[in-house]
């Protein structure tokens, strides 16, 4: 079956001002996720730094670049798991993440969640959920809101491979395909759910087939070539906001580290670590630049030495923030916990 139903120019040139942003944010996110890497696995349990585990995207952070530098600040992101790349480019800071890691008082979600669990709605991204999937059903809220309102903007969703095989991912496809909601799906196809293949997840080869099942264009693309995601992924943003209705678009990909912080992945094949390892997407992009006289080794130093510094400064600064006031327990809940239950 093929899956490249959705048309679009696949060598569409790119500006070099955004090829730039793209790799320094491809960066940016791979070293702040090596620095939660690293603290995480030398912090002593009873004093942690970081509270909980680290779940990370070393490997396919060009599909959270590549998607998230699309769409500008009236668009929405109901993100995954593994798109800390879309919170700096929505604008959350280095200080902000290791804050939340920290579920200390300046914390986004002022220490109440912890890791990836969040998304300030001030920036249009959605805290994410940790049932697989649900995410995809708070996307529609967005995209149905921006219709409904007459608004051009755009809401980009993403899930893992394993997480698109729940039924509330192909109820929300099936909605916004019928009611033409302006939102784009990004699979994140990485092989595995914790320790479950894809081959044991799915028959099919790609999670894309199934778009047209819904009546919506697909395509898959190359998750570790940040230009390949970008080029689909606006092409999808594009006619959403035109009113052409959503779209799938498939990454593939590999993860390069365990599940979380706590997995050593001892069931991943190493050959397979290897062959992705080769194909990495920030060398990818690095030899792309240098070989088109778009970068030089001495600007990739730099820009190098300015991201640790950068991320220096954030740890040593969430260092000195503490834990949050116990009544904050209460705040921004459901129900007032004042009132009596009778
Ligand atoms: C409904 C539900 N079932 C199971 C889990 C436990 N769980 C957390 S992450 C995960 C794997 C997700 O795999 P995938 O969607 O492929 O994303 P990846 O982690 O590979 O990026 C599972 C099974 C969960 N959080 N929610």
Redesign the pocket.
Request: with cysteine.
């Given at each position: 079956m093929t899956t490249h139903t959705l048309k679009y120019d696949e060598k569409a040139p790119i500006p070099e001002e955004k090829l730039h942003e793209m790799y320094h944010y491809l960066l940016l996110t791979r070293t702040i996720e090596n620095q939660i890497d690293y603290i995480c696995a030398n912090q002593t349990k009873a004093n942690p730094f970081l509270i909980g585990k680290g779940?990370l995207s070393i490997g396919?952070e060009a599909i959270s670049v590549g998607a998230a530098c699309t769409i500008g600040e009236k668009d929405w992101f109901a993100q995954?798991?593994?798109d800390l790349a879309a919170h700096l480019i929505r604008g959350v800071t280095p200080l902000e993440i290791f804050l939340q890691y920290r579920c200390t008082s300046r914390s986004p979600t002022q220490g109440k969640e912890g890791n990836v669990h969040f998304g300030p709605t001030d920036r249009h991204l959605i805290g994410f959920t940790?049932?697989?999937?649900?995410n995809l059903a708070i996307a529609l809220g967005t995209a149905w809101a921006s219709q409904y309102r007459g608004e051009d903007a755009v809401t980009l969703t993403a899930?893992?491979?394993?997480?698109?095989q729940?039924g509330v991912v192909h109820e929300s496809m099936n909605y916004a395909a019928v009611f033409k909601l302006p939102v784009v799906f990004i699979i994140?196809?990485?092989?595995?759910?914790?320790s479950?293949p894809v081959k044991e997840?799915m028959i099919i080869e790609d999670v894309a087939d199934r778009a047209a099942g819904y009546g919506m264009p697909a395509t898959v693309v190359d998750g570790n070539d940040v230009m390949a995601v970008y080029r689909a992924v606006k092409a999808g943003v594009d006619r959403a906001r035109k009113g052409e209705g959503p779209c799938v678009i498939e990454c593939k990909t590999f993860?390069m580290t365990g599940?979380g912080t706590h997995d050593p992945a001892t069931y991943v094949p190493k050959a397979d670590k290897e062959k992705w390892a080769k194909h990495d997407p920030i060398d990818f992009m690095k030899n792309y630049l240098i070989s088109n006289k778009l970068w030089d080794e001495d600007r990739d130093q730099k820009l190098r030495a300015e991201i640790k510094k950068t991320i220096d400064v954030a740890v040593n600064e969430a260092a000195t923030d503490v834990p949050p006031d116990p009544s904050v327990a209460v705040q921004g809940v459901w129900s007032d916990p004042s009132i009596p239950v009778e």
């Open positions: 779940y396919q995954s798991h593994r940790s049932h697989m999937g649900q899930c893992g491979e394993g997480a698109s729940q994140n196809n990485n092989g595995w759910a914790i479950v997840q993860r599940h």
